[in-house]
């Protein structure tokens, strides 16, 4: 009893100290043009905002939307113990001059801080030369000459043993967790593309990346969170170590592959093709940090859960809303189908073995605009990043008249600024990809700052490119063959990361199409 009674007097000492430093002395009030910003509701005396960043994200993401629709464009102030004061926009024009003002917002130190364990020195968690290098690696690995591979060879193969488990799976009648097939997509192609090693959706690394990304993102609602991973980071601590460990293996991996490279290879066959452009990125990031073992593994685990984890999210998602809303897949088989009524070959032929090779490369986003604007409106309802924090190096005034002064933090919400009505129309809430599409049939672009789901500025995302030319193949592919049936009840909602990934997967009973031989 009396060490239960001393462990409680050390955790108020502490807390009282927390708050008393972080609203005595480090908060004070963020004005624009001279005024006071409005505080949104349930902010509280002392605490601030700080118990509702301890809810399930489901949760603050609905708290965020209120706000938006409270609040519209209008900056406002927030307050959480252990925090920066920091302000919450939701006007595209603040976020352009956010997004323009690299030198000026950053990922600062509170951000890397709460990430390190988990990101390092990354690109996700870098300023800088630093991150101007790893960029430069991956603008590299992305060039037209790989995505070409990636569309033509890569993809089709990865979405042909995707297909043939599916059909596996129906004849033995046995429920298919989808996310889990996308995510051994997305790994395979990454895993041999990226870094010339098999990779697959269930390996350890991957059940430990899960979970550390959860408790990465529990410090950012927890202003405790130094104190409580003291009692009950035992399985983080583990996790970061299978990470570790699995990163020190790519780079290794890659050392020894580039000692034994073949350079005779022949391009005439796809398999050479493919091989010879197999860990691309890896061996650019080795060209660029040369020895430097743990800045080339932060690296390459950073891009690998860009890369991989995003795209099989989204398309998780947007099979969930299309199970939701039949007659929208049912546009999308339509116009896949009048594609291949005007194109030569069958979209599946058998190959040498008894497998059946797609020929899948032929849906493209131009090819498919519906299919590329449904995969645009999954990505509204369901942004892969759903929170952004940046943190001001030094005191500057947002568009609107905020002043921001140094050390300062930045939040949007894509979750909340998707679903703006004042941007996106009464429906705002609503699943309909028409929203996309000008009258020419033509899809729809929107800035950055409308539509932040990629980031903008000098960080827009390497990988948008590689992930709509992905999503469409893939999309096209499996609404064409098969018909999903959901195997759950209520809603399906995302379990806490720093990504979006669905709460217990998207399981389903999968149901194959007849199919035109063309």
């Not at 984890?309 to 947007?318: F, K, N, S, Y």
Request: charge should be neutral.
């Amino acid at each position: 009893m009396a060490l239960f009674e001393s462990s409680t007097l050390v955790w108020i000492t502490v807390l009282g100290a927390l708050l008393c430093y972080q609203f005595i002395l480090r908060s004070p009030t963020i004005r624009r043009n001279g005024v006071p910003l409005r505080k949104p509701p349930n902010t509280l005396p002392v605490v601030g905002n700080g118990i509702l960043f301890l809810q399930p994200r489901q949760r603050l993401f609905s708290w965020f939307v209120k706000c938006e629709r409270q609040f519209g464009p209008e900056t406002f102030q927030i307050g959480v113990p252990t925090l920066p004061p920091g302000v919450v926009i939701n006007d595209p024009k603040n976020l352009d001059y956010v997004f323009k003002n690299e030198g000026i917002f950053s990922k600062g130190d509170f951000f890397k801080r709460l990430s390190w364990d988990l990101f390092g020195n990354g690109i996700i968690n870098v300023d800088g030369e630093l991150w101007k290098a790893q960029r430069k690696a991956g603008l590299a690995f992305l060039n037209a000459s790989n995505l070409r591979i990636l569309t033509d060879i890569a993809l089709p193969n990865y979405l042909s043993h995707a297909v043939g488990h599916l059909q596996a799976q129906v004849r033995e009648g046995t429920v298919v967790d989808l996310q889990n097939v996308f995510h051994e997509i997305t790994s395979q192609l990454m895993g041999k593309m990226a870094y010339d090693m098999e990779m697959h959706a269930d390996d350890d690394f991957t059940v430990a990346f899960d979970y550390a990304s959860g408790a990465t993102t529990e410090r950012f609602q927890n202003p405790l969170w130094f104190i409580t991973e003291s009692f009950t980071g035992f399985r983080f601590r583990r996790a970061l170590q299978t990470i570790r460990t699995f990163g020190h293996k790519i780079v290794d991996s890659a050392v020894l592959a580039k000692k034994h490279r073949d350079a005779w290879s022949s391009p005439e066959s796809n398999a050479c093709r493919l091989d010879e452009v197999s860990g691309t990125l890896i061996q650019s990031l080795l060209e660029v940090f040369g020895d430097n073992r743990e800045i080339v593994s932060d690296a390459a685990l950073n891009y690998l859960s860009a890369g991989r984890d995003t795209v099989a999210q989204a398309l998780t998602w947007c099979m969930y809303l299309l199970m939701q809303h039949r007659f929208v897949a049912g546009k999308i088989r339509s116009e896949v189908q009048a594609l291949l009524e005007n194109i030569e070959g069958s979209l599946i032929e058998p190959d040498d073995t008894d497998d059946r090779k797609m020929n899948s490369a032929v849906f493209t986003p131009a090819s498919l605009p519906y299919t590329l604007a449904t995969f645009y409106e999954t990505l509204r309802l369901y942004p892969p990043i759903p929170f952004e924090i940046k943190q001001c190096e030094k005191a500057t005034t947002l568009p609107d008249g905020t002043f921001l002064p140094e050390k300062s933090i930045v939040f949007w919400c894509t979750w909340a600024m998707n679903r703006s009505k004042i941007g996106w129309g009464d429906d705002a809430d609503s699943f309909r990809p028409e929203r996309w599409l000008a009258a020419d049939g033509k899809v729809i672009m929107k800035s950055a700052a409308e539509f932040p789901v990629f980031n903008g500025g000098p960080r827009l995302c390497l990988g948008k490119r590689m992930a709509e030319l992905m999503a469409v193949q893939v999309i096209a592919t499996m609404v064409l063959l098969f018909d999903f049936m959901p195997h759950y009840e209520g809603e399906r909602v995302s379990k806490s990361s720093l990504t979006l990934p669905m709460e217990g997967g998207l399981p389903c009973l999968v149901k194959p199409r007849a199919l035109n031989p063309r």
